[in-house]
């Protein structure tokens, strides 16, 4: 299988290690290794003191298991796979799709969650926003008109990368209802579940309600751990899971050891990780809004519900391509411009989950001011 460039990850790796600031990272500012172990119980401190770097099982240690499915309701330690995002996501789509199954997929989105499907020659159809005012929401009476008996997995992403969209509970069950109609696989990428700004705002993981459900979660977004490489997937599907795990033969074999600890004692201990950054989130977002409000001729942006991101649009004539082409050579400041998510050339991606956000946003008004 050929498959194109990630646009997004090549455009970070032009910039995100070599420029001054970052405005657009979807993950929060990353814990140290002293923060997590100072969270962990003395069980915890003697699985990480004990370490041994042997290969582990594949589907996940019998310990790591049990802290994943406290995170569920109706999930069991069968139900759930541990491994990296990325390779559950490359792993899926290689078993359920061949050349020419139609499927669903949400966009804007990640460009992994479709591009693998399009390599393997897939037919997507892609379930669009619908514009509110500056705001964006996905309406669900749209995903119907797209599913059909011929539609073989349905993929999306709620908390929503980069809109920062999550659908109410009355819409997460329509959302169910569809896929049912027809016993559709969903694939429900849920990077940032938690994330939410209200808790009203929380809804369920889909493999919690319905029985063909695939969610993925890990530790790179809610938890600031992006640098763990740690994730997994959970479903009732477990002849699916079974097949994920087969495959990953092919790819990790098994998770990394010391991984498996650290995971499980920020599963254990969610609240320690999750509820900073939301705080930081909801701080670094009303003083978006401030900003937003001195050049809204400039920017539009319209609140946002859950996440760690919004999708802001440019009030004027230059791509966002170019305009953040310049603002990266003059400022430092490494903005994602919409052109990464193949989805037009008028917003850029904000992310709220550092700390130096309000500083970054000082050097963006003197930008500019110019």
Known sequence: MRIKPFTLERYFAKYEFSTKYLISSSDCDGYSLDYILKQANQEELSLWNNLKFGYTDSSGSDFLRKAIINQYNYINEDEVKAMTPGEANYALMNILLTKCDEIVCISPAYQSLYQVAESLGAKIKFWKPV??????????????????????????????????????????????????????????????????????????????????????????????????????????????????????????????????????????????????????????????????????????????????????????????????????????IMMIPSEMFEYGNSHVRIGFGRENFEEVLGVWEGYIYR
């Open 131 to 332: 514009k509110m005012g500056e705001g964006f929401y996905f309406d669900t009476d749209d995903l119907n008109n797209l599913v059909n008996e011929n539609t073989k997995l349905i993929i999306i992403n709620f908390p929503h990368n980069p809109t920062g969209f999550v659908p109410t509970i009355t819409e997460q069950q329509k959302i169910v209802e569809i896929a049912s109609k027809y016993n559709t696989i969903l694939f429900s990428d849920e990077m940032y579940h938690k994330i939410v700004h209200k808790p009203e705002y929380d809804i369920p993981s889909f493999c919690d309600i319905y029985e063909n459900a695939i969610s993925l979660w890990g530790m790179a977004k809610s938890f600031g751990l992006a640098g763990m490489r740690f994730g997994w997937i959970a479903s009732k599907r477990t002849d699916i899971l079974n097949d994920v795990v087969s495959f990953k033969d092919y790819l990790s074999i098994c998770n990394n050891a010391a991984g498996e600890v650290l995971t499980t004692i920020a599963l254990n201990h969610k609240d320690k990780f999750i509820d900073p950054n939301i705080e930081k989130i909801k701080k670094n977002k009303a003083i978006f809004v401030e900003f937003v409000n001195r050049h809204s001729d400039l920017l539009g942006f319209s609140d946002t519900k859950a996440g760690s991101t919004a999708f802001v649009r440019l009030n004027f004539d230059k791509n966002a391509f170019d305009y953040c082409e310049d603002l990266v050579k003059k400022t430092g």
